[in-house]
T-cell receptor, first 114, second 112 residues
């Protein structure tokens, strides 16, 4: 089955701890994205990557970090510097740039920081 | 920066009634995409519009792209319970930009 996997579905962490969310795709897509969704709101872009070993900040990158060492993987670390990390995190990928290519989304990880 | 607004934010309709959501961008778009997110789910791509004034149909769904390429609409005829969810439009902030700005979304609920 081709697609995007995110794990875990639910994640609980204590305040002050860093946490890494995984995102894996076997669609052979070049581009990958991380979004944050808060209740009743739209998607806000955290980071995106067009190619391996390269990534760019999105609109709300502060308090987050990413790596893109492999084409299939784009993990997101939520650091203790992120002031309000509790949210639904969605990973997506597309064949090429987002402008003219549909994005395929993973099932998401719901992070709760206690 | 670019802003993409959608109205209404919420819409409750009786099953069988029509539904329309409107998307307005503060900048001209090279193209616009529409996504649907079911409750508790993730966004799923519906369609992309590229040409000024373009109209596309998918069964009961009709999508339009404005002549000025700054607005778009999604119209659902005779809604069904399967149409429940949040509908998002999304477009690149600048021509050639490789990221999307998502709209605020319209949440549709159906009264059986």
């Amino acid at each position: 089955d081709g697609g995007i996997t995110q794990s875990p579905k639910y994640l609980f962490r204590k305040e002050g701890q860093n946490v890494t969310l995984s995102c894996e795709q076997n669609l052979n897509h070049d581009a990958m994205y991380w979004y944050r969704q808060d209740p009743g709101q739209g998607l806000r872009l955290i980071y995106y990557s067009q190619i391996v070993n390269d990534f760019q900040k999105g609109d709300i990158a502060e308090g987050y970090s990413v790596s893109r060492e492999k084409k299939e993987s784009f993990p997101l670390t939520v650091t203790s510097a992120q002031k309000n990390p509790t949210a639904f995190y969605l990973c997506a990928s597309s064949m090429g740039g987002a402008s003219y290519n549909e994005q395929f989304f993973g099932p998401g990880t719901r992070l709760t920081v206690l | 920066g670019q802003q993409v607004m959608q109205i209404p934010q919420y819409q409750h309709v009786q099953e069988g009634e029509d539904f329309t959501t409107y998307c307005n961008s503060s900048t001209t778009l090279s193209n616009i995409q529409w996504y649907k997110q079911r409750p508790g789910g993730h966004p799923v791509f519906l369609i992309q519009l590229v040409k000024s004034g373009e109209v596309k149909k998918q069964k009961r769904l009709t999508f339009q792209f404005g002549e000025a390429k700054k607005n778009s609409s999604l119209h659902i005829t005779a809604t069904q319970t399967t149409d429940v969810g949040t509908y998002f439009c999304a477009g690149p902030p600048n021509f050639g930009n490789e990221k999307l700005t998502f709209g605020t979304g319209t949440r549709l609920t159906i009264i059986p």
